[in-house]
């Protein structure tokens, strides 16, 4: 069974930082883009920040210059690195990854979400 496992997040208050892991496990052949997506309540779901496999980025315009997005091939893992938090940050955040699967099945995968809280 191939999954994302999520770790990190919490109550932090405004300015603050936290650091948000993933890491992949299963029967995987390759992975390619991984991301971060938040979902806050009453709104849709976005983009925060993804990744290709050869390490390209990119951010929504309200997290740039504060959020850090960076993975380890080796490991199966993504990270997202948040400083200086805003309140508008507070959301669930849910990771993502485009997974071949040992059988060469194309897969689209979702953490369990995390929950982060930003006090002002």
């Known amino acids: 069974q191939v999954q994302l496992v999520e770790s990190g997040g919490g109550l932090v208050h405004a300015g603050g930082s936290l650091r948000l892991s993933c890491t992949a496990s299963?029967?995987?052949?390759?992975?390619?883009?991984m991301g971060w997506y938040r979902q806050a309540p009453g709104k849709q779901r976005e983009s925060v920040a993804i990744i290709s496999r050869i390490g390209s980025t990119n951010y929504v315009d309200s997290v740039k210059g504060r959020f850090t997005i960076a993975r380890v091939n080796a490991t199966r893992t993504v990270s997202l690195q948040m400083n200086s938090l805003k309140p508008e940050d507070t959301a669930v955040y849910y990771c993502n990854a485009d997974i071949i699967s040992n059988d060469w099945v194309p897969l689209n995968l979702w953490g369990q979400g995390t929950q982060v809280t930003v006090s002002s």
């Open positions: 299963g029967s995987i052949a390759s992975i390619n883009a």
